[in-house]
Structure formats: C-alpha cells, structure tokens
C-alpha cells in the first residue's frame, strides 16, 4: 500500500484534542462536548466551568464559533486548565503506586507513559488501572502512552567476563560468527548492519562510547578501526548514523507489545527508531490488523531518534503521517553531534507547527531532580527554550520513573506552576521577542 494512499486515514485534530483526553473519557461529558459542531470552544467552555467551579455545560448545547462566551473568573482557576504546555511522566518503580500517581497528577502530569522497554505486561496492567481510578477519583482526563523498545541492535559476547578494552588506531572486526569475541573481533548479530555498512561510515558502541569506522567489508564481515577507544562488553548496544537499515521497526517483542497495548486501550503508541516515513505506514497497517473493529484508533506518536528522518523530505513525510511527534533527544544526541540537537529539535518543532502537529520534547530536561529536589538553570533553561519553539509538551523520563519521586513532589518546585509562568509570559509576547531577536541579534558581539 502506498504511503500517499494510507495519509488521508492519518488526519490529526489539534494537539489540544489529544493531550489529556484518555480512550475512557472520550464518551464523557468532556468527550461530548469536544466532538460536537463547535469541538474546542465548547470543550473550552467546560473545562474552565469545572476547574473554577461552576455549572458544567450541557453536552448537547451548541456554542456558535465566533459567538462571545462568558469567561469565568481565572483567579479560581486551577494552574491545570490554564497551563499551555502538556507534561508526560514515565511510570517506574519509584513511581507504581496509587499514592505516588496520584501525586504526580496533582503536581500537574496529564500524560502517563508505559515504557514496555521495561517490565511485563502484568506490570503495565496494574499501572494502566491505578491511572483510571485517579481519573475517576478526580473525573478528569488523563492520557496513557505506550512506549515501544524498538529494535536493539547489539553485539554478541566476549570470551572474557570483563570485555575487551580497545586502544586508539587499532582494528576490530565484527562478523556473523557466534564464536565468544576476542580483542581482535566479536560476533555482529545483524546481517543488516553489515550489508548496510559501507567503508567510511561510523558505528559507535555503547552510546557512543567507543566508536569506530568501517575500513572494509566483504561477505558476513566489516573491519573498522577504533577512532575513540574504550571497553567493549557482551551485549552493548550500536548505533548506525551513516546507514539506513532495512529493518523492520517493530520486533516480535514490539508486535506482541502492540497487540497488548490493543487490548488494554491506550491512547497513544511511541513508536521507537523511526527511520523512514514507511515506518509509520508499516504500523498503521498493524494496527487496523490487530484492531479491525475498533471505533478509536490509538493516535500514533513517532520518536526522531535516526539521521535518516532528516534526509530529503522525510522529515515532512513522517510528520504528515503520524499524529505528534516526539523529540528523543536521547538517541538523536548519540547519532548526531551533540551540538546538532538544538538545531535539530528546533527544525522538528517548526515542521510540527507548519502542519498543525502536537510534539513532545524529551530526554533530559529535569535530569539532575532524579537525585535533587531542585533543577539546575541550565535544566531550566532548556525546558523554558523547549516552550519558547512551541512544544506541546515536555516529557519526564528517569526524573519520575527512578529517584526520589516523592521529594519532588513535595518541594517547592512545582513543575506546573513553573510551565504556566513561563507559557503565560511568553505566549502573548512571542511573535514580537522572535522578530526582534532575528532582526537586531546581538550574537555577532560576543565573538
């Protein structure tokens, strides 16, 4: 099936209609009122009238576009319904009970992410119905995304326990052979990989930890020589930014995954390692398999994490495809030079916003508060840069899976009222701080 034929099943409503509005609700009041004649102003209507207190509206009265609408007193209004910029938190061990979910979305998490890298099935379960009983609890929306491994691209293992540790300047082969590796040579379990290398091209090993350039190749083998030493262990990860992979995204573990998540009705489904915009029709295509009958299809969220996303007008594509986008800053920043990302993320943000697409930013933003009460300038600084571009939303990973969640949401720092300050300053004034700051840019002083 063609890619321009499936586009047209693909159309996205406003981020606004996806962030915070779960599969449960979409037959509520809410839900009602956001699919009627006049969809985000009544859906606007009743969320203000809920958080300052007021009657709710009738589902089934019309609001006429354009008409003037009473606006409630926003000095009752909750910092929830007046915030412009979504937050999505990671569930974990740290982060698995009633108690602690629910204080995440007090704190103000509207998205709850299930990362399937991790854990059984059974897990995801027990989390997905904790979620609901905070929304029914609260009667408030909340969104639930499933996020897929992806293919883990790997090496084999090495004869000694400890692995190897390459120096500068010498080679190493990797090959299709199973035999234990050696300081010469370990086993590349993915043919793929290596039809794909091509002399020049660079692998790195462990997340960019050791990296190396492809020198030559022939039939199962490629040799490189090492351009950043360090130790190689069994089983650390590659990364191929010069090669695209005839690979298929989705793994058998993903497959079995996406079925599930099916079954359980989330509301979004992260697609890892996105490479080409075939990707997304690939898992469209699998989804309508699994799921014939279903009235609501799960929105798709693509993750840019692969140079290739970004050749020709493949970014364009993939963004036309999907329903929002996701800027994983993780894996991008090991596949591109680190001083790329901004860049990069700015370029994904802009596309998002051509086409009307919700995206989320992610990897990083609050790193340090897996340890501290308190984030570092810099960390706030990037997530106040990430609203200024237009993000629809900031995603929290280790920050709320791991750590110590329970400090942070009884600090000072509520990172709610952090994202309302930020997106009500600067949201009124951003076209004019954009057009001064490109038309009287100081940045040639500094040197």
Same mark, same amino acid.
């Given at each position: 099936?063609k890619?321009?034929a ?8 406003p ?10 609700k979409?037959?509520s ?7 009627s ?5 009544a859906?606007?209507?009743?969320m ?33 319904w ?11 061990p ?13 704190a ?19 989390l997905?119905d ?29 004869a000694n326990?400890?692995?190897?540790l ?24 993915h ?10 091209h660079?692998l790195?090993?462990d997340?960019g ?5 492809v020198?030559?190749?022939? #039939? ?13 262990k069994?089983r650390?990860g ?6 695209v ?13 996406l079925?599930?998540?099916l079954?359980?009705g ?21 989804i ?14 693509a993750?840019?994490e692969?140079p ?18 996701m800027?994983?800053?993780g ?5 591109? #030079? ?8 700015k ?6 916003r051509?086409?009307?697409?919700p ?25 106040a ?7 629809d939303?900031?995603m929290l990973?280790?920050?709320s899976? #791991? ?10 720092f ?14 009124p004034?951003?076209n004019s ?7 009287c840019?100081n ?5």
């Amino acid at each position: 099936m063609k890619i321009q034929a499936l586009a047209a099943l693909l159309t996205a409503a406003p981020a606004a209609a996806f962030f915070g509005v779960s599969a449960s609700k979409k037959q509520s009041t809410f839900g009602t009122a956001l699919n009627s004649g006049s969809g985000m102003d009544a859906y606007d209507v009743q969320m203000k009238a809920y958080a300052a207190g007021l009657p709710p509206l009738n589902p089934n009265q019309q609001v006429a576009t354009g008409a003037p609408i009473a606006e409630p007193n926003y000095d009752k209004l909750t910092q929830r319904w007046r915030k412009k910029t979504k937050q999505l938190a990671t569930l974990g061990p740290a982060s698995s009970s009633f108690e602690m979910i629910e204080k995440l979305f007090l704190a103000g998490a509207d998205v709850f992410r299930l990362n399937f890298s991790h854990g059984e099935h059974q897990q995801k379960q027990e989390l997905l119905d904790i979620i609901r009983q905070v929304e029914k609890k609260y009667d408030h929306p909340i969104a639930v995304l499933g996020d897929l491994q992806g293919p883990k691209l790997r090496v084999g293992q090495f004869a000694n326990p400890d692995g190897e540790l390459l120096q500068n300047g010498q080679a190493f082969r990797f090959d299709l052979d199973p035999a234990p590796g050696t300081i010469q040579r370990v086993q590349l379990p993915h043919p793929e990989i290596i039809e794909a290398s091509q002399v020049g091209h660079v692998l790195l090993i462990d997340d960019g930890k050791v990296q190396m350039r492809v020198t030559g190749t022939g #039939a199962g083998y490629i040799d490189c020589v090492v351009e950043v030493a360090g130790s190689i262990k069994d089983r650390k990860g590659v990364n191929t930014p010069d090669s695209v992979l005839e690979i298929s995204p989705l793994t058998p573990k993903d497959r079995a995954d996406l079925e599930y998540m099916l079954s359980i009705g989330v509301d979004w489904i992260a697609l890892s390692f996105v490479q080409r915009p075939e990707d997304i029709v690939e898992i469209t295509r699998l989804i309508m398999e699994y799921n014939p009958q279903s009235v609501i299809r799960p929105h798709i969220m693509a993750k840019i994490e692969k140079p290739s996303c970004f050749y020709g007008d493949s970014l364009q594509r993939i963004v036309e495809l999907c329903d929002g986008i996701m800027v994983a800053r993780g894996d991008l920043g090991v596949e591109c #030079a680190p001083e790329d990302v901004p860049i990069l993320q700015k370029q994904i943000i802009d596309e998002c916003r051509e086409q009307g697409k919700p995206v989320v930013v992610a990897t990083q933003m609050l790193e340090s508060m897996i340890e501290s009460p308190t984030p570092t300038r810099a960390e706030t600084s990037d997530v106040a840069t990430a609203i200024y571009d237009g993000a629809d939303a900031i995603m929290l990973s280790a920050e709320s899976a #791991a750590g110590e969640v329970s400090s942070h949401v009884h600090s000072g720092f509520d990172l709610c009222s952090i994202f309302v300050r930020l997106t009500h300053i600067v949201s009124p004034c951003l076209n004019s701080i954009r057009k001064s700051l490109s038309s009287c840019s100081n940045a040639s002083s500094i040197g």
